[in-house]
């Protein structure tokens, strides 16, 4: 399985992004998605999940309300739909994906993902 994410840039805090992962040689359909993130310094973070169990999705306490993750499967192709941007969302935003129905916990961490993208910088400016 390979995974392309696409869609970082510059933007000013207030603004929007919208990150897109596309994989190849698995449905999406058929994996757990998942987004990370790394600032300068900093070690990578969980930002949001498409699981499939039951479809349910899940936000870090940080992006709760401000992200959307979200699936297009006929594209196979995962989204993460970024509102308000804050200078603190400045990153390297990295898609996953691992299969079967992983605990919570192991949708938190980022060593259980199997199939990684390439990252993407997003960066907010103040």
């Known amino acids: 399985v390979q995974l392309q994410a696409f869609g970082g840039g510059l933007v000013q805090a207030g603004g929007s992004l919208r990150l897109s992962c596309t994989a190849s040689g698995r449905a999406f359909s058929s994996l757990n998605a998942g987004w990370f993130r790394q600032a300068p310094g900093k070690e990578r973070e969980f930002v949001a999940a498409a699981t499939l169990r039951n479809g349910r999705t899940y936000y870090a306490n940080s992006v709760k309300g401000r992200f959307t993750t979200f699936r297009d499967n006929d594209k196979n192709t995962v989204y993460l739909q970024m509102n308000n941007l804050k200078p603190e969302d400045t990153a390297v935003y990295y898609c996953?994906?691992?299969?079967?129905?992983?605990?919570?916990?192991?949708?938190?961490?980022?060593?259980?993902?199997?199939?990684w993208g390439q990252g993407t910088q997003v960066t907010v400016s103040s």
């Open positions: 996953a994906a691992l299969g079967g129905l992983p605990i919570f916990s192991t949708i938190l961490n980022d060593l259980k993902y199997d199939f």
